[in-house]
């Protein structure tokens, strides 16, 4: 049968699941031996990336997938069941799930739980080796049925992502919503850090970091230097544009059906944490690219995300761009990213002590 310890294992290797900016949306409560609840929670109130709650479902999906992968390395099976929200709202800020364990002896243990605590984003460029076939056919192999993957690869293809990917870097670097966020995500002079995203593990030269950090010390300041000095030009560069290109491929991650409510995404976000995995077991590095796919939909959707008058029609470029590279797919995509080879990065993001994500 289950017991405590064996639950507190299992959620000790789940909260490595991957969350936006490392948020972390969710907490813990034990109710019994054999029973578990997750506290989702989103981010829609405060960041501008996360406005209908999506980002932060995928990864509480990324989570209960966690879960279960732990799970099976103790011999346990799960049912997941989402509690029904008092508002009766489609689309919940806290959505609460309730897992079931079971004994089950003939449950093998999920190869992929060895990559739980190691699995990472990497933001450097990587080798631009295409993937192998049989590299692609065990990442599709990863994902749950119904889910495929579109793959953007090739110098042309690389470099056309990378182009829609500096664009939203502009957009990211020059509208004030967004500028809140980072000033609250970054931990600065950091090499990891237990909550948010160290500073060393941004994608820029060292010696440029005491700089970045004194100018976002104020949105004048940050305006300053974007308005006379071509302050987005550099992190552009750097971030977007070299990354974009210097890898072995892009993904869309596809649903389905396109996602249209809170367990849509949460279903996503399982898929996502399968395939993130299988990166990791294949020794390949990742990096999301999300916000082209966040701005294309606050822009097909009508979605006013920012008081900058030069947004809209700056995401509305963005939006055009990605539809031209994926074409129809782009409505399914519940992800998008990169992947190639590369070494492991030196700075990473941790996670929070499971003591202070358990309810008492």
Known sequence: MPDRKRLERILDRARWAPSGDNVQPWKFGILSD?????YGADTRRTVVYDLQGH????????????????????GLSLSIDRRPDPSEDENPEHPV?????????????????????????NRRPFGTAPLTSEEKAVLEGCLP???????????????????????????RLTIPEAYAV????????ATVSLDRVPDRALGLPALSLPFMHWIMGSWERVTFFNRFLGGTLLPRLLLDLLPGFFCSAHFFLLAPTPPRRLDDYVAGGRALARFWLGCASLGLQFQPEMTPLIFGTYVGEGLSFSRAPHAQGLAERIAKKLISLGGDKVGRSVFLGRIGRGPLPVARSLRKPLASLLRA
């Open 34 to 38: 054999d029973r578990v609840v997750i």
């Open 182 to 189: 980072h000033r609250e995500i970054i931990e600065w002079n």
């Open 55 to 74: 980002a932060s479902q995928i990864a509480v999906g990324a989570l209960l997938e966690s879960v279960a992968i732990a799970a099976s390395a103790e």
């Open 97 to 121: 799930f309730e897992i079931v364990f079971s004994e089950s002896p003939n449950i093998l243990s999920d190869p992929l739980s060895l990559f739980l605590e190691t699995r990472c984003v």
């Open 145 to 171: 049925e119904g889910y495929s993957l579109h793959w953007m690869e090739g110098g042309r293809q690389r470099l056309r992502m990378a182009d829609i990917n500096q664009l939203s870097g502009k957009l």
